[in-house]
């Protein structure tokens, strides 16, 4: 064992993991991988996906089942690879055969790409580390080997040498393959040298008998002349073979749940889930599950990854619509985009005018993990995604002040709810409306329902903000559901939305369709408020009423803005708000 060759490290990270307890074998994914040993057009395998994905764990199983001087036998024997996956008796077979065959054949080198670059500052200077760490694992491992005596400068050289005195063949392990480009160190030149440099390890090399590289951002050959196209690679948008072994499906997260006996499988679910597959399958983050089975709460374990700034930062890019796409994603909606493969010869090759396309921009961030993509849509996977998301929006230092602005008041908002404040209620939407309705915008309900959405924005907090009734027959505009730890005491909202009509004929539509059923039976405890909000075209104003109810519906109070009391009183006689509401298109609801 040793620094490069077998590596020790990656030896007692798996023996680990595997006494972990809430364990996943993985490992099915070897006989997967031992189908491809030494097939010259199939061993070169690049598998990218977002950080905290398991990707470094894979690594280390690899390299502790194949390497010559690591005894896995124990450990393996009981794993799912030792048993094979095929459902075909003969494929089985031969598949436990393999897995004998295999375990424990070849040297293998482990090179963490990402380890200690800092630290150096050329390029040539961290190669020529991982060369000096290799000729000390040769010493150990063939103290009498001529290739000590005549070591290269180049550890491609001293790599073939040792496989001509040997005969024997290497498996290659590469881990954070992407880091040097997409964290940009050394220079452009070094960066390009370093491509150049995996192509020259990798490509073609008689002394690799399989070639395994993990990271975050795809190859992406959009070119066949690309310098690094003997791979065949899997990623976030394109994996329709190995999807399983990273992250956690759906049965693996219920049989840990029921190891830990504390968190449900509908705890995990709403947080760490939402990841799909090319199938629609649902994939959870392995960190987050892991974190809080270990812990027992419920919380944001992502952004511990140090992925704030990052987000952040991808948000800023100014182009044209994605803020507001942003917002519709955090309020649960699809966006239908076609997106390819974002990857590090993107980064090498297209300008910073190119890079800021909406398409390359959307295919970045489901490489990174913030989006997930399915059947032609973006969504944000789950609440601890969503909770990063408006945390970069509520983020007044960047450049979404125009979004901070917009959203500040959604505090007072909720606040002056709670307490009935119709008047303040009413200040708020207008100047809301001014700032996220254009003159000449076409006002329908789906406008209207943005301009509550800014205003209640930081209501996620507290809510779970749904528009399906808790019985499930029916759409309010929206509902406000205290979470979980808030359903015995806190306020149940309603809220229901009109363009020149009344506050009251909102109201008595929530009554008619009764979006408030079952919600005791729900487990909410809290008081219920009804809120009707009206538009008036004519007078530019809103008008909105308030009606309070216990949790079995007897009523407490009644509150209603003067524009109400007014608007409610005018006689129609002249016919002008008939007319107007006959000019609104409202979408049907269910």
């Not at 309010?476 to 730890?485: N, R, S």
Request: hydrophobic share 30%; glycine share 4%; proline share 2%.
């Amino acid at each position: 064992m040793g620094l490069v060759i077998d590596n020790i490290d990656m030896r007692e990270k798996f023996k680990g993991i595997f006494r972990q307890k809430y364990f996943v074998d993985k490992s099915n994914i070897i006989n997967d991988f031992n189908k491809l040993i030494e097939d010259e057009s199939s061993k070169y395998v690049c598998i990218t996906k977002p950080r905290r994905f398991g990707k470094t764990s894979i690594a280390a199983m690899l390299v502790m089942y194949y390497s010559k001087s690591i005894d896995s036998k124990e450990i393996f024997d009981k794993l799912k690879v030792s048993k094979g996956k095929s459902s075909d008796i003969i494929e089985k077979e031969n598949e436990i055969k393999q897995y004998k065959e295999y375990q424990g054949k070849y040297h293998t080198i482990y090179l963490d790409l990402s380890k200690n670059v800092f630290s150096f500052e050329t390029l040539d200077a961290f190669i020529s580390s991982i060369n000096n760490k290799l000729k000390i694992d040769i010493k150990k491992l063939y103290p009498n080997s001529e290739v000590l005596n005549e070591y290269d400068d180049d550890i491609v050289v001293n790599f073939q040498n040792l496989y001509l005195e040997t005969e024997k063949k290497f498996i290659l392990v590469i881990d954070e393959w992407d880091y040097i480009i997409t964290n940009k160190e050394f220079s452009d030149k070094e960066r390009n040298n370093y491509i150049n440099f995996l192509k020259y390890l990798i490509k073609d090399n008689s002394f690799l008998a399989f070639a395994y590289m993990t990271g975050i951002t795809p190859i992406v050959k959009k070119l066949s002349q690309s310098t690094l196209n003997c791979f065949r690679e899997y990623t976030m948008l394109n994996d329709k073979k190995y999807f399983e072994y990273f992250g956690f499906t759906e049965e693996e997260v219920n049989k840990l749940c029921s190891k830990n006996k504390k968190l449900t499988f509908k705890d995990l679910e709403s947080w760490y889930n939402g990841y799909k597959s090319y199938d629609g399958k649902k994939i959870f983050n392995t960190w987050s599950v892991i974190h809080a089975l270990n812990s027992n709460i419920i919380e944001n374990y992502w952004s511990q990854s140090g992925s704030f700034n990052e987000l952040k930062r991808m948000i800023n890019y100014d182009i044209v619509g994605v803020k507001e796409d942003i917002l519709e994603l955090i309020n649960g909606n699809e966006i239908e985009i076609q997106l390819e493969n974002y990857g590090v010869e993107d980064i090498r090759k297209v300008s910073e005018e190119e890079e800021h396309v909406k398409e390359i921009f959307y295919s970045k961030m489901v490489t990174f993990g913030y989006l997930t993509y399915y059947d032609g849509k973006i969504s944000i996977p789950n609440e601890e995604l969503k909770e990063e998301f408006i945390k970069a929006l509520n983020d007044k230092k960047s450049d979404m002040q125009y979004f901070y602005d917009m959203i500040k008041n959604s505090d007072e908002m909720l606040e002056v709810t709670l307490h009935k404040n119709v008047k303040r209620m009413c200040e708020i939407l207008d100047k809301s409306h001014m700032e996220k309705i254009s003159p000449g915008d076409r006002l329908d309900h789906g406008n209207l329902k943005r301009v509550i959405d800014y205003s209640y924005f930081n209501a996620r907090a507290k809510y779970d903000i749904k528009e399906e009734s808790p019985d499930g027959h029916g759409r309010a505009d929206v509902i406000f559901l205290p979470k979980e730890k808030n359903k015995v005491n806190e306020e149940i909202i309603i809220i229901e939305l009109k363009v020149n009509s009344t506050a009251k004929k909102a109201i008595n539509q929530i009554h008619q369709k009764k979006y408030y059923n079952n919600l005791k039976e729900k487990g909410y405890n809290g008081n219920v408020l009804l809120i009707g909000i009206n538009y008036d075209q004519k007078e530019g104003k809103y008008s909105c009423m308030i009606e309070e109810y216990d949790i079995n519906m007897k009523k407490l109070s009644t509150s209603e803005s003067e524009a109400e009391r007014k608007r409610r009183n005018e006689p129609e006689s002249d016919g002008i708000y008939k007319r107007l509401r006959s000019s609104v298109v409202n979408p049907k609801k269910n």
